[in-house]
C-alpha cells in the first residue's frame, strides 16, 4: 500500500498596518503564505501550489486568501512573489534521480564484470537469458575451445527474470545435453543487447 498526499508549510509572513475586519483593532494582523507539496511515504517530491491566510493576534481570526479584499490580495500577491519554494520540497525527485545514477553506474560495473567472465569463460558457467519478452531460461557452459563456447540449453523456462533461481535449483539434470557452439564475440554482442542479463561462475 502507498501512502501518499499532500501538505503544506509556512514560506512566508508580513505584518499589516490594516484594521483587523472582525475587531477594528489597528496593526494586529499577520499575513502567512503556506506551499503546499505533494509526498510519498511522508518524503516531500515537488511542491504543488500556494495558499495564504491572514491572523489577528486580538480576536484570532484566521482569513483565507480567497476571502481577501482587494488590498489584502495586493499585499498576498506581493509576499507570494517574494517567498522562495525551500528545496528540500524536491528530495524524492532528487532521491529518484539518485537512485537511477547509482543504478546506471552499478549496471555498467557488471557489464564489464560480465564481458571479462564471457572472454575468460570456464566450464561450469551460468548463463541467465532473456530470449523474449517474459521469457528467460538457462544456458551453461559445457567446454570452451578457443574462441568457442559450447553451451547447454535448459529445457525450463520461465516468465520472470526472478524464476531463474527456481530453474536453477533443478539442477544439472535439468539442461538438454546438446552442446551448442558459440563465439565469445557472439555472446560478448548478447550481452550488449541485454539478452545475458547475468552470469554466475563458482
Request: with cysteine; proline share 2%.
Amino acid at each position: 500500500m502507498i501512502f501518499y498526499g499532500t501538505k503544506s508549510t509556512q514560506i512566508g509572513t508580513e505584518n499589516l498596518f490594516d484594521k483587523c475586519s472582525n475587531c477594528g483593532t489597528q496593526n494586529s494582523m499577520e499575513m502567512l503564505v503556506f506551499q503546499k507539496y505533494a509526498h510519498v511515504y511522508w518524503i516531500p517530491f515537488f511542491p504543488i501550489g500556494r495558499t495564504g491566510a491572514t491572523h489577528c493576534s486580538n480576536c484570532k481570526q484566521v482569513v483565507q486568501n480567497k476571502e481577501f479584499t482587494e488590498n489584502l490580495k495586493a499585499s498576498y500577491s506581493n509576499l507570494k512573489s517574494g517567498s522562495k519554494t525551500p528545496v528540500w520540497m524536491f528530495s524524492g525527485l532528487a532521491l529518484i534521480a539518485l537512485l537511477i545514477t547509482w543504478g546506471s553506474v552499478v549496471g555498467k560495473q557488471n557489464d564489464k564484470k560480465y564481458a571479462q567472465l564471457i572472454m575468460s569463460a570456464e566450464k561450469g558457467d551460468i548463463y541467465e537469458v532473456k530470449l523474449d519478452y517474459k521469457q528467460y531460461t538457462l544456458l551453461k557452459v559445457d567446454k570452451v575451445l578457443g574462441d568457442t563456447v559450447f553451451v547447454l540449453l535448459n529445457q525450463y523456462e520461465t516468465n520472470k527474470s526472478r524464476g531463474l533461481s527456481d530453474i536453477k535449483r533443478k539442477g544439472d539434470q535439468a539442461f538438454i545435453q546438446e552442446p551448442l557452439p558459440m563465439l565469445k564475440t557472439e555472446l560478448k554482442t548478447k550481452l550488449e543487447k541485454g539478452e545475458i542479463i547475468g552470469i554466475d561462475r563458482d
